[in-house]
Structure formats: structure tokens, C-alpha cells
């Protein structure tokens, strides 16, 4: 008996919705004041830096690493104040959370539910896990839509719902009331991403215990820790006893264990920086504000998105002077002429600033 034998190539093997994505682009940004990524510009004090440099020389790398983390997540527990009954589940970084928790509900048919333009990795990881993916849009202002959320609940029955508290990369706090009324109309799990929770204040975790389907997601990257990956998930024991099922063994490496635990043991250093980010995000603010062709919209986390016409060329020009920040243009539509800043040092604002202002003045001469 013969048979035909079939070439594996990609275009064969491959999930179409795989094959529909572009990955993830990270644009290089060696020698450019880099503004693009949402990262604390702010170095460690030089003692901590030996303080980690010591555990660091000493760490037993040759050992896989404690596959629990227990004593990270009693650091995270204590400075966290989680309600009784409330666990944490480590990720490295808050995108292996959301893939973890899209794996779990991913049923045939399942929805996920986000909205739009929002955190572009609740989408991707839709179609990464082969989840239908529905995204409702934010108002003009770039505000929830309670009612349109609540009827694309209603209509979808969504297995898990995302919201960007504030949101990326819009910036904003969406109403707290509104929030609720979606966490008590969900039939699924709603997930609270407060990523930029140290910049805004404003947090959902208190109110675990009140909902049986919430959960909430932080990361440490934009509190100083970019380049450990490390990410948390707090919810009731029931949901993350089964979380924890799907979560790969070791996935929080030595060095990320000891250095964040180390980390966290002065926390009162990254709460200074992020009080300090705070300040410069209003310096920044009311130079954009005072910009000429610019609309900055208000922000409560570590970036202010703006509009700009001729975005591609300002986008461009900043690149020409040194300066990457994000280009929004082609997110989404709602997003169209739209870049997004990260606020960095005063001198890299300043940096920033002039080189915008030159760009702007370029885009119009050009035309």
C-alpha cells in the first residue's frame, strides 16, 4: 500500500489564527533615550545594587529554583494587605498570567471579552489558545461603556473578561461603579489588570472577597523590575488551586525569586521612584498640554498618550534626534495620528520635549 506523503510547512500544520498574527514587535533602542516600553527610568540606589550583586554571586543557580516561591508570595502577601482567604499565583510577567488564564477557560466556543483599543495582548492570546475574541469600544473620551459592556455580556456570555485598570495605552481610570456592575453581570471570570497600580492608587483588591469571579493581576516590571518578569495573580483558593495546574514547574527562576524578595524588602525605594514618576508625569503632562497641534490625554499610570497630526513623520523625527517613544497610529482606529510617551527622568523629558517640538515643526515644512 503507498501512501502520499504530506510536506510539513507552517501554511500546513499551523492554526490559521496563528498564521493571521504578526508577532510581537519590540523595536531596537541601543543608543536612543528610550521612552517606548513603560519602564521606570530610575536606577537602584548604589548599596542595593551590591546588596544584590552579593545574593546574586551566592544564589544556587546550578538548582532548580522553589518551584512555590513561598517565601516571594509572603513578601507579596504582607505588602499587599489580600483579604482573608485570598492567594497569589506567580507568573513570569502578567502575559504568562493571561495565557494561563485563557488556557484554562479556552472551551470550543469560548469568548474572551476586553475592550477596545485596550492591552493588545488580551487579543493575541485569544488567538493564541483559539478563543473568540470580542472587543467593545471605549467611549470617544476613551471611557468605559457600561451599557455596551453589559450588552456584549449579555449577548456573548463571556468565560473571561479583561479590563486594563488604568488602561494601556490610554492612560485612564475607568469608573469603579461601573467596573462592579460588570463583575456582577459577568458568568465568567473577570480579571482587574492594575499594572500601573503604583502610579494611580486606585486598586480592585479590597473587593476580592466580595466577588467570587474577580481576580486581580499586577506586575513588578513597571515598579523597577522590567528585567525579572515577574507578575501576580490574587483571587479565592478556589480558582487558583486550579490555576496552579496549568502553571509550568519553575517558571520563577532563582535569580528573579531572590532579587524581587530583595527587592521588596525595600520597598519604600520603589514607592520613591514611583512618587517621583508621579511628579514628572505632571511636569510632562502640562508641557504637552502646552504644545503646539498636541492633544495630551490626562493619565494615571507611567505614560500619556497624545495626538499629533502627521504622527508618522513627528514619530520619525523624534527618532532622528535620539528619542523612541510608541507609535499608536496603526493600533487602532480609535488611535489614528495617536503616539504614547513614557515619563522618564526630568532630563530625558526635557530631551523629549525639544526634540517633539522640532519634530512638529519638521512634519510642516515637509508637507
Known amino acids: 500500500m503507498?501512501?502520499?506523503?504530506?510536506t510539513a510547512t507552517p501554511e500546513y500544520l499551523l492554526r490559521k489564527e496563528v498564521l493571521?498574527?504578526?508577532a510581537y514587535h519590540v523595536p531596537p533602542g541601543t543608543d536612543m533615550v528610550k521612552l517606548d516600553a513603560m519602564e521606570n527610568p530610575y536606577a537602584l540606589p548604589p548599596q542595593l545594587r551590591d546588596e544584590i550583586g552579593r545574593l546574586s554571586a551566592d544564589a544556587a543557580i546550578n538548582r532548580y529554583p522553589d518551584s512555590g516561591a513561598q517565601r516571594l508570595k509572603e513578601k507579596i502577601h504582607?505588602?499587599?494587605g489580600l483579604p482573608q482567604g485570598v492567594n497569589v499565583l506567580l507568573g513570569n510577567g502578567s502575559d504568562e498570567i493571561i495565557q494561563l488564564l485563557a488556557m484554562a477557560v479556552a472551551k470550543p466556543g469560548a469568548t474572551l471579552l476586553g475592550v477596545e483599543?485596550?492591552?493588545v495582548m488580551y487579543r493575541m492570546i485569544a488567538a493564541f489558545t483559539g478563543m473568540n475574541y470580542v472587543g467593545v469600544p471605549l467611549t470617544e473620551n476613551f471611557e468605559l461603556d457600561c451599557t455596551a459592556m453589559l450588552d456584549a455580556i449579555q449577548h456573548h456570555q463571556p468565560a473571561l473578561v479583561f479590563l486594563a485598570y488604568p488602561n494601556n495605552p490610554t492612560g485612564n481610570l475607568f469608573d469603579a461603579e461601573a467596573i462592579e456592575q460588570i463583575i456582577a453581570a459577568a458568568p465568567g471570570l473577570v480579571v482587574v489588570d492594575e499594572a500601573y497600580h503604583a502610579f494611580a492608587?486606585?486598586?480592585f483588591i479590597p473587593l476580592l472577597g466580595r466577588y467570587s469571579n474577580l481576580l486581580v493581576m499586577r506586575t513588578f516590571s513597571k515598579l523597577?523590575?522590567?528585567g525579572l518578569r515577574l507578575g501576580f495573580l490574587a483571587g479565592g483558593m478556589a480558582w487558583l488551586e486550579q490555576l496552579e495546574k496549568l502553571r509550568l514547574p519553575y517558571n520563577v527562576g532563582v535569580l528573579t525569586q531572590l532579587v524581587a524578595e530583595k527587592l521588596l524588602q525595600h520597598n519604600d525605594v520603589l514607592l520613591q521612584q514611583a512618587e517621583q514618576i508621579r511628579h514628572d508625569r505632571t511636569w510632562l503632562y502640562g508641557r504637552l498640554v502646552g504644545t503646539v497641534d498636541v492633544r495630551a490625554y490626562p493619565s494615571e499610570a507611567n505614560f500619556i498618550l497624545f495626538h499629533v497630526a502627521h504622527s508618522a513623520r513627528v514619530f520619525e523625527g523624534l527618532k532622528q534626534r535620539g528619542v523612541l517613544i510608541k507609535n499608536m497610529n496603526a493600533a487602532h482606529t480609535a488611535l489614528t495620528d495617536c503616539l504614547r510617551v513614557t515619563v522618564g527622568t526630568p532630563d530625558e523629558n526635557e530631551l523629549f520635549i525639544r526634540a517633539l517640538q522640532e519634530s512638529i515643526h519638521q512634519s510642516k515644512n515637509d508637507i
Open 224 to 226: 523597577g523590575m522590567a
Open 20 to 22: 493571521a498574527l504578526h
Open 78 to 80: 504582607q505588602l499587599t
Open 117 to 119: 483599543p485596550s492591552f
Open 2 to 6: 503507498s501512501y502520499t506523503r504530506i
Open 201 to 203: 492608587g486606585a486598586s
